[in-house]
Each structure stands twice: as C-alpha cells, then as structure tokens.
C-alpha cells in the first residue's frame, strides 16, 4: 500500500509500506477519500513540528470501506461503509470523567498525533468508527468530519430558528455552519473577502458580503433592526475577523470561537462588558455530532458536490496541498486514495 507523508520542510512524499493488519479490537479499512483541511495545512507550514513527528501521515477527514476485522471486534464486518471520528480519548483524565472526550487531556488526533487517513489502508481502533449507510457516496462521506465540526459549533451557540447569526469566514468550515444554520430555521449572513468563497456562498442561497467594500457592522444593523446578531461565529482565525465577529453582536450575544488563532489577538473587551457578551469556544466534536452530520450528508441537506473544487489521486497528494495552500478558486480538495498511481517508494 501506499501512504502520504509530511517529511517537514514544507514537503508531502508518497511511499509504498506494507499494510499493518488489526490487533484485537482494531480494524483494517480500505480508505477511499481523506480531504485536506486547514490544520494540514498548518502541519505543512511548521506551524505544529512540536506535535506532529515527520515522517507523519496526515489526514483525519476520511471515508472507505473495512477490509478486515481484529479479534473481539463485533457488530462491523468487512466491505461496511465507514467514516472514522479521529478521537481517541484517555477515558480516565478529569475532562474523559466529566464527560468531554473530545477534550480530553491526552487526546490521540489520528492524523495528527498519530497516523491519519492519506493512505491506502488505515487500522485503527474499531471505536472510533461511525457507519455509513449504503446509499451515501464516499467522496461525499469524505464531508463528514467538517460537517460534525459545524454541528458542533452551532449547538455551543445554543443558536435557535428566527435567530440572526454572521459567520465571519466562507471557507469549507464556515459554509458548513450557515447551511446546518439554515436548516435549523436561523438567518445567516457571511462575511468573506475572497470573491470565489463568496460566489460559491452566493449558489448555495447563503447571502454573503465582502468586508473590503461593505462596512460590515452597519449592514448588521441595517439587516437586524438596530440590534445586532445573536451569534457571531468567527471562523477566519484573522485578527479583522475577530473585531468584526465582536463588533456585530447585539446585547447579550454569543461569540463563538471556531477558527484557530495561532498568537494572542486584541480584543475589544469593552464591548463585551457593555453589552454582557458572551466567548465560546468549540473544538472537535463529539459522537453525536458526527452522526448528525452523517444524517446531514445522507438527507442531501449538505451540498456535497458544491463544496468539493478538486479531487487528486494518492500519487498527486503534493499537488492537492498545493491547491488547497493557494486558495485559488478552490473549497474543498479531496485526495482518492483507492490507488496510488505511480508512487515513489521509500
């Protein structure tokens, strides 16, 4: 089989290893999509060498098929469609015992702090596995892990229908929260400087403004009455998406901290007091997220197709950083890892 690896200094290689067969409670899968997200990206800028060991293979954004069942393992069977949550949790720190895994103090990120998904095979542990049904594509299972990110992020808002919500940032992640939004009955209005996000937006029904020509509070007021929006979700990780999530929200608004912002960023805490604001952060998922979002995706009430610009073989994994790394005119870039084509060996 063949794999995709980080081998630091901005460099992805693909090499061929042998398969590594499921101990007990483990399970073999035949990936068939893994996408590409922003943490990869950061992982290929250096942004995380102290975590993340190269060689490493990246990838936590998956779908596929399982190839073989480890001992003890019950209720899965080889040729079952399958996406993978990539938390593996202690079960026994203070934040596993209080009922948050997904922030759990010694998380294992598979693709992350273990190997990922941009491979051929992948075994990992048979209780990170959420079902597929039968009739959803896998290059659309592939949008699971995202999507659960946005159901996440929406339930920490607390965001209810007839709410008015601004998602400062129209990536992948932020066009996930205005759709799960949308369906909960919420009005959503985006805020994206980038012209192929926004039109992308613009098809999906979801209005969208571009901060470097709209003076992005006053349309808030104009649109909210004078109020505000209830939620501001910042998802650009940018230090003018944080003042303009802030600078949006009416009395008691709710922030929610999507994006990661790898320094210390200026708020404007005087506003937070004088409007009794409120900070949320969300992070990961939990499992009930992900099955949410596989109902999603199942429903058609995610427009797969829409978010996806570009799918690259195993062999080309290098070339599907390079594009998502661009940012131009892409979304989503998924990398098919049923073959490898023609890999270099390592």
Not at 31 to 60: E, K
Request: with cysteine; hydrophobic share 45%; net charge negative.
């Amino acid at each position: 089989m063949h794999q995709a690896t980080y081998t630091g200094d901005r460099t992805v290689r693909v090499r061929r290893r042998a398969p590594v067969p499921p101990g007990a409670g483990q399970v073999r899968i035949d990936v068939a999509f893994t996408g590409i997200c922003g943490t990869d990206l950061h992982i290929l800028h250096g942004a995380m060498d102290a975590r993340v060991r190269p060689p490493a293979v990246l990838g936590h954004e998956m779908s596929g098929r399982i190839a073989e069942v480890g001992a003890g393992v019950t209720g899965w069977q080889a040729g079952d469609p399958v996406t993978v949550m990539p938390t593996a949790s202690c079960g026994g720190c203070p934040a596993c015992q209080a009922g948050h895994p997904h922030l759990c103090h010694r998380l294992d990120f598979l693709g992350i702090d273990s190997a990922g998904a941009l491979q051929n095979s992948w075994t990992v542990p048979a209780g990170l596995l959420v079902r597929l049904p039968d009739g959803l594509r896998l290059d659309h299972g592939a949008l699971v892990e995202p999507t659960a990110v946005a159901v996440h992020d929406v339930r920490r808002a607390g965001l209810v229908a007839g709410e008015q919500a601004v998602v400062v940032g129209a990536g992948p992640v932020g066009v996930l929260i205005a759709l799960v939004a949308r369906r909960l009955g919420a009005a959503v209005l985006l805020v994206e400087p980038d012209a192929h996000r926004r039109t992308v937006a613009g098809e999906l029904g979801l209005p969208c403004v571009d901060p470097s020509v709209t003076d992005v509070v006053a349309e808030v007021a104009s649109w909210t009455g004078g109020a505000g929006a209830a939620v501001a979700f910042e998802v650009s990780g940018a230090a003018p998406g944080m003042t303009t999530a802030v600078s949006c929200l009416r009395v008691h608004g709710r922030l929610v901290l999507v994006g990661i912002h790898p320094v210390p960023r200026e708020v404007d805490l005087h506003r937070f007091f004088w409007r009794e604001l409120t900070l949320l952060g969300a992070r990961l998922y939990r499992r009930e997220d992900f099955e949410e979002a596989v109902r999603l995706l199942a429903a058609g009430d995610i427009p797969a197709d829409a978010l996806v610009s570009r799918t690259e073989p195993l062999a080309r994994a290098d070339a599907a950083f390079t594009a998502l790394d661009s940012g131009a005119g892409v979304m989503k870039v998924l990398v098919d890892c049923r073959s490898a084509g023609e890999a270099g060996t390592a």
